[in-house]
């Protein structure tokens, strides 16, 4: 079943049986997507329109949606009524996580189970979700346990870890623990010169950026993307029953643009800073994205305020894979890492 | 030469401009006699409780359509992008942004500008512009802030949990009032608030049927009418007024009154008005064209309980926003499409809005739809319901002249 968003409570899917597989991606010719969608529509979501209309996502058979912003709710509708899955669901959770949100996220959930049970003719039990649910925080513990020993030091490539964390969301769980564990980080000294950077977006699914950055002299130690640590934050309560205790999981998670109001966010940015010692911010936002360029220009005050360095660039999608490298990106990266420099020899 | 201001046929106009001028300066005499302001997003607002407990609400999204009629809209925006504020984003954000955090302080503004916030209320609900609206407003005027939940849930998705949430969400909202203004909600009060709102979209269903009468008693230029069920619903004004539109325009169908001398051609038109050129709803008359049905026609049909104050306004705030977008695109196709019959539709005007991406996304499968079930052709143009700068009167000329002949020769006019 393909899912649009990292709210979609995968533990679900998987105690019936079900793959998850995240979508994301660029298409060989975006303007496929032209024929149901306006130009002004982010590039993530004309890619995947694209990417749908091309026959690449034929072997999914479904498709599952949390609503979070008005573009990936168009999509999901637009991509249901074309292209007709056999199966499809949103799921609508509520922005806070009180009791009563948490009772109203049950019933969310609840919702879905029935239309799995009844799409895959298996019932519902909770014995297998809670297994389901450890297997999958085994899986956020590992990928947890990478992302920290890069902030401790170990020469991991944030891009591998990058690579890592889409195998989490695209092969089936029991494949990806044994892989993930059996990953080594190639043996280099990390050199103290590297300047620590926190990430920050939605989907920021551009390897050659990613790449890049390291190669200036950054070292990635977190992210506050859609794809990256953001969905691996928090832990799913062991006693009690696994629904109310997966609600409590996905409504407690780290604020994501669509969802959280402005507060929440410039904490969370805040606290993430403090934690990884990170000494520079890099905003990697789609163009056309309503939550992210909302938010930038406050979360920007708050970091100049504070005396942290800030570079947001937007990505247009066009022209395929590894395309977000584009001459003028590469230009302002250049340009940030040698005012970093600077910074630092001062 | 490109008109500006539309041309208007309902004698009621005249009351409109008094209620809509009356609106906004009772927002100014509520802050001088000390009565709280409130400030809250109109999808999902609940307007019905702030006038229930003596509070004025004033709706942002309500004021930018204003801005942009009067022209203030312009220096708003660059206050906005001089904020960092991206040009891409939804032309009321940049208004309302731009304008609370500098117009609001400057002088000659449209209706002597709105009244500052006492407290204001943040909804996780409704599209990210007004979400993200809101959350602005509340990092810049230190009130109190309330914020509270309503999930967006696709119209023929609503089960029973969604509306029970809704309402732990709005007893919420009533405690966080009475606590900020002392009183007490009276339910008696709340009661007949609903009773006016149910009057009020009964009406408004009496009137819009009514337009699909030829020749249409009114069209798409009077849109302004629906100022009342924005900002005025909860009260006897929308009633009252709507009454007085009922009355002005069953006497126009018992006339035969149509509103152009030899209507010809009908016309739907989908998504927000262009609030800067309302003229353009006059622009079809040369074909002897009307726009008969919009968007909007079919957004308040609804019914109320008073006996169910609360489960009533939590309904009406779930569907207020998915009935108009692409939350609800299914739902939305079928009223479309219902419109079309009904309103004995020739053609679809599909403005693709830059500002309004919810509403704008799904344009495409509603022009198809209408071609292969009803053989209604449509066109679409580039626009922007706010931000004249991303409009191109020339092209929309080029567009529109030439659906308007392919029609004149579909009717063998």
């Known amino acids: 079943m393909g899912t649009l968003c990292s709210h979609v409570p995968v533990e679900i899917l998987h105690a019936f049986g079900v793959l998850p597989v995240r979508l994301w991606g660029q298409a060989e010719e975006i303007g496929r997507a032209d024929a149901l969608l306006q130009t002004y529509i982010c590039p993530p979501v004309r890619n995947l329109m694209a990417l749908s209309l091309s026959g690449r996502y034929d072997f999914l058979d479904g498709l599952i949606h949390t609503y979070c912003c008005d573009a990936t709710c168009g999509l999901f509708n637009i991509w249901r009524r074309n292209r007709k899955p056999r199966f499809s669901r949103m799921v609508s959770l509520p922005y806070q996580a009180t009791e009563e949100a948490v009772d109203y996220a049950v019933a969310e959930f609840r919702g879905l189970i029935d239309a799995l049970a009844d799409f895959t003719g298996k019932p519902f039990s909770e014995e297998t979700l809670a297994g389901s649910i450890r297997l999958y925080e085994q899986a956020r513990g590992l990928l947890r346990d990478l992302y920290r020993l890069k902030k401790e030091g170990a020469a991991i490539p944030y891009s591998e870890i990058y690579r890592l964390n889409l195998l989490f969301q695209l092969l089936p769980i029991e494949r990806f623990i044994p892989l993930c564990r059996e990953y080594r980080p190639p043996a280099a000294e990390v050199s103290a010169r590297q300047i620590r950077i926190l990430l920050s977006g939605s989907v920021v699914a551009d390897e050659e950026i990613l790449e890049r950055i390291e190669e200036l002299g950054g070292r990635i130690i977190a992210d506050d993307t859609c794809l990256g640590l953001r969905p691996l934050q928090g832990r799913i309560a062991e006693n009690g029953d696994p629904l109310r205790a997966l609600a409590a999981f996905y409504l407690g998670r780290p604020p994501c643009a669509s969802r959280a109001d402005l507060p929440s966010r410039r904490r969370y940015l805040m606290e993430t800073i403090a934690s990884t010692k990170a000494e520079a911010v890099i905003f990697i936002h789609q163009k056309f994205c309503d939550p992210h360029l909302s938010d930038h220009p406050l979360l920007k005050q708050t970091l100049e305020e504070r005396g942290i360095p800030q570079l947001q660039f937007e990505l247009e999608g066009e022209g395929g894979e590894g395309k977000g490298l584009t001459g003028q990106v590469q230009t302002r990266l250049e340009g940030f890492f040698e005012m970093l420099e600077g910074r630092a020899w001062r | ?413």
């Open chain 2, 1 to 413: 030469m490109e008109m500006k201001k539309t041309r208007k046929r309902l004698q009621a106009n005249g009351r409109l401009r008094e209620i809509i001028t009356d609106f906004y300066a009772d927002g100014h005499r509520a802050k001088a006699e000390g009565r709280p302001v409130v400030w809250i997003p109109p999808m999902n607002g609940m307007i019905e409780l702030f006038y229930a407990m003596d509070i004025h609400p004033v709706f942002p999204e309500n004021w930018a359509p204003l801005c942009a009629a009067i022209g203030t809209n312009r220096q708003n925006f660059t206050s906005a992008a001089e904020r960092g504020f991206s040009g891409d984003l939804c032309g009321y954000f940049r208004n309302n942004v731009g304008y609370a955090l500098a117009g609001i302080e400057e002088p000659n503004q449209p209706l002597g500008g709105l009244p500052k916030p006492d407290f204001l209320i943040s909804f996780g609900a409704g599209c990210i512009p007004t979400q993200k609206t809101f959350q602005v407003l509340c990092d810049h005027f230190r009130v109190p802030v309330i914020r509270a939940d309503l999930p967006q849930v696709a119209m023929e998705e609503i089960k029973e949990h969604h509306i029970r949430y809704g309402v732990v969400q709005t007893e919420r909202v009533v405690r966080f009032l009475e606590e900020k203004t002392g009183h007490r909600l009276d339910m008696d009060r709340l009661r007949q608030a609903v009773i006016y709102t149910d009057e009020a979209c009964r009406l408004w269903d009496e009137i819009m049927a009514l337009r699909a009468t030829v020749p249409a008693p009114f069209s798409a230029a009077e849109i302004g009418i629906m100022f009342v069920m924005v900002t005025r619903h909860g009260t006897k004004i929308a009633v009252d007024f709507l009454r007085e539109v009922l009355a002005e325009v069953k006497e126009k169908v018992a006339r035969g009154e149509g509103v152009i001398p030899n209507e010809r051609i009908r016309l739907f038109w989908d998504n927000i008005p262009l609030w800067y050129n309302m003229a353009i709803f006059n622009y079809f008359e040369k074909w002897d064209a009307v726009v008969v049905a919009e968007t909007y026609s079919a957004a308040w049909s609804l019914r109320l309980d008073p006996e169910r104050p609360m489960e009533s306004l939590v309904y009406k705030s779930l569907v207020s926003y998915p009935l108009v977008s692409c939350v609800s695109l299914e739902k939305r196709l079928e009223l479309i499409v219902k419109a079309v019959r009904e309103y004995k539709i020739d053609g679809a005007i599909l403005h693709s809005n830059r500002s309004c991406k919810p509403i704008s996304m799904g344009q495409m499968d509603i022009g198809r739809v209408l071609a292969e079930k009803l053989g209604c052709p449509s066109v679409m143009f580039d626009g922007d319901h706010m931000d004249g700068d991303r409009f191109s009167f020339a092209q929309f000329q080029t567009r529109i002249d030439a659906f308007m002949e392919m029609l004149r020769e579909r009717k063998n006019l």
